[in-house]
């Protein structure tokens, strides 16, 4: 028990020590989106400026080096800044195009490695990790992703040459959804010891529980729950088994199977031991 308190506060430790240091990397991204609203708020006269220059007849070209345009000239300095303009919009388009994933130039930039991270109830949990091939078409030629999820299926019958923030979108839910799952089943483990894990899969779609139910007889009740929905979180059917039929039947767990169904697990079996269902 001692053992168990111990790393109980272990793991808050590190628990609080990352909120501290995700809060930290928020503010420094909200400090830099701010930063950019600033820079593209200023920068809105420069397409006014562009017109001008048009209808002037100043020649520019966009792509020149910016070694070449510092002559300290107004017309290069201007220059400058609709070319440091430029980069913030295609910057930004791509940021959109991606959906907000992060992502890292590999093989000096022949490929990407997008990072694909997951989380449930504000705990990040694992990041997967997809390494591309910037080709005539798009290819995958490196990735962690679990050998349970469909990757193969999904690039063959989704839209990832014409779309890839779709494409992400759809792996990222499956991902989540998995996470999830699996988080759930970790703390209906960890908080709930009179609820024994008969058997689960290693997608987490199919859990097979074993609940005490309290009384004068210890009766023992299966409780099996299939996720139909590999992109959901929540049960798809939930089917109770006992040898008192009375007790399937009656209001009470019928109220529980309704609750298994739309409540995370751990959650909804803190319910039912508060109402007396399960010991």
């Not at 820079?39 to 809105?44: Q, S």
């Not at 562009?50 to 007849?57: I, K, M, N």
């Not at 913030?88 to 388009?93: C, Q, R, S, T």
């Amino acid at each position: 028990m001692e053992a168990n308190i111990f790393e109980l506060k272990q793991q808050e430790l590190r628990q609080r020590g990352r909120e501290e240091e995700l809060n930290a990397t928020l503010q420094a991204l909200l400090s830099k989106r701010d930063q950019l609203k600033v820079e593209i708020k200023a920068n809105t006269s420069l397409q006014k400026m562009r017109t001008l220059l048009d209808r002037t007849d100043v020649p520019y070209e966009r792509n020149e080096d910016v070694d070449d345009l510092e002559d300290g000239s107004d017309n290069s300095q201007l220059l400058l800044m609709m070319a440091r303009h430029t980069q913030l919009k295609d910057l930004l388009h791509a940021h959109h195009l991606i959906g907000g994933y992060d992502v890292l130039q590999t093989r000096k930039g022949k490929g990407v490695c997008v990072s694909l991270a997951t989380a449930y109830e504000g705990v990040y949990l694992e990041t997967y990790n997809l390494e591309m091939d910037l080709g005539s078409n798009l290819r995958i030629c490196r990735h962690n992703i679990p050998p349970f999820i469909p990757l193969e299926r999904l690039v063959t019958q989704g839209n990832m040459q014409t779309d890839i923030r779709d494409f992400l979108d759809t792996l990222s839910q499956y991902l989540n959804a998995y996470a999830g799952r699996k988080q759930q089943l970790h703390l209906t483990k960890e908080i709930h010891s009179s609820v024994q894990v008969a058997e689960s899969n290693a997608l987490c779609t199919i859990l097979v529980l074993m609940f005490t139910i309290p009384g004068e007889k210890a009766e023992a009740t299966l409780c099996t729950l299939q996720y139909a929905d590999h992109t959901q979180r929540l049960p798809t059917r939930v089917n109770i088994e006992s040898e008192d039929t009375a007790l399937v039947s009656s209001p009470q767990w019928k109220k529980n199977q309704a609750l298994l169904l739309g409540t995370p697990l751990h959650t909804a079996l803190v319910t039912m031991k508060k109402n007396g269902s399960i010991a």
